[in-house]
C-alpha cells in the first residue's frame, strides 16, 4: 500500500501528515528532536502563558479555520481582543498609533506631509518590467519613498521577517506585493481591486485577518495533531538519508540509542528547515544534491518575554504591540503586548511584553547571555513604554537559526526544488523555505502539498 515519509514535526509536517491519513493514505513522520511542533511551545509558569516562536496564527484562509475545526479544537480557540487592535510604529523613542484609514492617515504624526504628498503621487508611478528582480528596499523607495521605508516598511520587516530590506527580494519573499504592481499598476489600486478578488476566494489579507491561539497557547494545536497522528509519529529518529530505487524512496533513519535502520516509502516529503535537508543525504538515479540549501540565510533571534506589575508600564499597552524602526536606534526589533491579545496571559493586575532582538539588523545581540538581554530589553522598554520597577516574569528563548531570508537571488533555491521534483519523481518540499514564513503560510504549504502527492500516488505510486 502507497505510504508517505515526512522528514521533519513542526506545523507544516504536522498539518500534511494529518490531511493525507484523512485521504487514507499511510504516513510516517520522522522528527530528530523529543517533540514535534518545531518552534511552537508555549510554557505556563507563575500565572504567566509565554509563547517560544509565533504568538497568533492569522486566519487569512478557510483552511485553516477548516484544520481547527477537524482537530475538535473550536471550543479551545481564543480571537485576540477586539480593543488590541491597535499597532504602533516607534518614532522620536515614543509609540505612535499606525494609521488604520485614510482619514486618520491624513493627521498622523508618524510621516510627514512631505511623505504623504509622494503616496498620493504612487497610483502614478510607472511599474518596473516583469523580470526586473528588486529588493524591497529598492521597490518601496521608487513607488512610495524613503520615509515609507524607514518608518514602516523597515520595522515591519524586521518584526515579520527579522530582516533587511535592502536584502530581501520583492519577487520571492513578497510575490503578491509584486503581483499586484504588474497586475494594477499601482499598489493603491490593487488593494481595493485584490479585496473583492479575495472575498470571492474567501480569503482575507494579513492585514485585516483576525488572530488567534488557544486557550493554553499555540502549543495546543501541535500538541493536537501529534496525539491524532499517534504512532505515526516516530520523535528521536534523525534523518540520515534517502534513497530512490525502482520508482520507490527508503529512509535511512537512526532513532537515539539504536543502530541506521531502512523503511521503504512511495513518496518522501522534506519538510524540515532548509539547513537540515542541506545535510541530507541523497542517492537518485537523477544524482540530487540538496548540499546548495545552506546558502539560505537564517538569522540567530531571541525571544525575550517579561511580565510587570500593571502600575509600572505608563503605557496603556491598548493594542497589538510594536515595531521599531532601525534609524530609531534601540536594541529591540519590537514588542508584542501579550496579555493584551489573549486572556490569561498573566495573573490580575499584571502585563506580559514579549520582545524580540537580533536577526539580520544584530545578529550578535541575540547570541548574548540571558542577562544581557534582559537588561537592553528593559532598557528599551523603560524609554519607550514607561516602565518602572523590575520584572515580576522573566523567559529567553534563542534560536541560532530562526527564519529563513527570501533574499534577492532566492529564484536558484526555488528552481532547485522544482528540478528535484521533476527529477526525482516522489520527492516533495513544502515549509516556511518555499511557501512563506508566518504560521499560516506553513499551515496552507502542508495542506496544499498533500494534494500534489495524492495526484502522483494515484498516478506512479507503487
Not at 85 to 108: C, D, Q
Request: overall charge positive.
Amino acid at each position: 500500500m502507497h505510504s508517505v515519509a515526512i522528514i521533519g514535526g513542526g506545523i507544516t509536517g504536522l498539518t500534511a501528515a494529518f490531511r493525507l491519513l484523512r485521504e487514507n493514505i499511510p504516513v510516517t513522520l520522522y522528527e530528530a528532536s523529543a517533540r514535534t511542533g518545531g518552534v511552537i511551545q508555549s510554557v505556563r509558569r507563575d500565572g504567566f502563558l509565554a509563547e517560544f516562536g509565533p504568538n497568533s496564527i492569522l486566519e487569512t484562509s478557510p483552511r485553516i479555520t477548516e484544520l481547527i475545526r477537524d482537530l475538535g479544537l473550536e471550543r479551545c480557540r481564543l480571537y485576540s481582543d477586539p480593543g488590541a487592535e491597535n499597532r504602533y510604529i516607534v518614532r522620536g523613542a515614543r509609540p505612535v498609533k499606525l494609521p488604520g484609514s485614510p482619514l486618520s492617515f491624513l493627521g498622523t504624526e508618524l510621516f510627514s506631509l512631505r511623505a504623504k504628498l509622494r503616496l498620493m503621487a504612487e497610483p502614478f508611478i510607472r511599474r518596473a518590467p516583469a523580470d526586473l528582480e528588486e529588493t524591497l528596499a529598492q521597490f518601496v523607495v521608487r513607488r512610495i519613498g524613503q520615509e515609507f521605508l524607514d518608518y514602516a516598511i523597515n520595522p515591519f520587516v524586521a518584526g515579520v521577517y527579522a530582516g533587511d530590506p535592502a536584502r530581501l527580494s520583492v519577487r520571492h519573499g513578497f510575490p503578491k506585493l509584486h503581483a499586484i504592481e504588474q497586475r494594477y499598476g499601482s499598489l493603491i489600486l490593487g488593494q481595493f481591486l485584490g479585496a473583492r478578488e479575495r472575498k470571492r476566494r474567501g480569503e482575507v489579507s494579513k492585514q485585516d485577518a483576525k488572530k488567534i491561539s488557544f486557550d493554553e497557547g499555540l502549543q495546543v494545536l501541535t500538541d493536537t495533531l501529534g496525539e491524532r497522528l499517534g504512532d505515526a509519529v516516530r520523535v528521536n529518529c534523525a534523518v540520515r538519508g534517502i534513497e530512490q530505487a525502482s520508482g520507490r524512496w527508503t529512509v535511512v533513519s537512526q532513532p537515539q540509542g539504536r543502530r541506521e535502520e531502512s523503511n521503504p516509502h512511495s513518496a518522501v516529503l522534506l519538510a524540515a528547515p532548509a539547513y537540515r535537508l542541506a545535510q541530507l543525504r541523497i542517492a537518485s538515479q537523477a544524482g540530487l544534491s540538496l548540499s546548495s540549501l545552506a546558502q539560505i540565510h537564517y538569522p540567530p533571534v531571541a525571544s525575550v518575554v517579561l511580565g510587570f506589575r500593571r502600575e509600572d508600564v505608563s503605557h496603556p499597552l491598548d493594542g497589538f504591540g510594536m515595531l521599531i524602526p532601525q534609524v530609531e536606534g534601540f536594541s529591540i526589533l519590537g514588542s508584542l503586548f501579550s496579555s493584551s491579545l489573549f486572556p490569561n496571559r498573566a495573573p490580575v493586575g499584571q502585563v506580559l511584553i514579549t520582545s524580540y532582538i537580533g536577526g539580520v539588523r544584530a545578529p550578535k545581540l541575540a547570541l548574548g547571555s540571558p542577562e544581557d538581554l534582559f537588561t537592553l530589553t528593559l532598557r528599551d522598554l523603560r524609554r519607550i513604554l514607561g516602565v518602572k520597577g523590575d520584572p515580576t516574569f522573566r523567559h529567553r528563548v534563542l534560536y541560532q537559526q530562526a527564519i529563513p531570508q527570501y533574499e534577492v537571488g532566492y529564484g536558484r533555491f526555488k528552481d532547485l526544488m522544482n528540478q528535484a521534483e521533476e527529477k526525482a519523481p516522489g520527492i516533495f518540499f513544502a515549509g516556511h523555505y518555499r511557501d512563506g514564513i508566518s504560521l499560516g503560510d506553513s499551515i496552507l504549504s502542508g495542506h496544499n502539498i498533500v494534494g500534489r502527492i495524492a495526484t502522483y500516488l494515484n498516478r506512479f505510486g507503487g
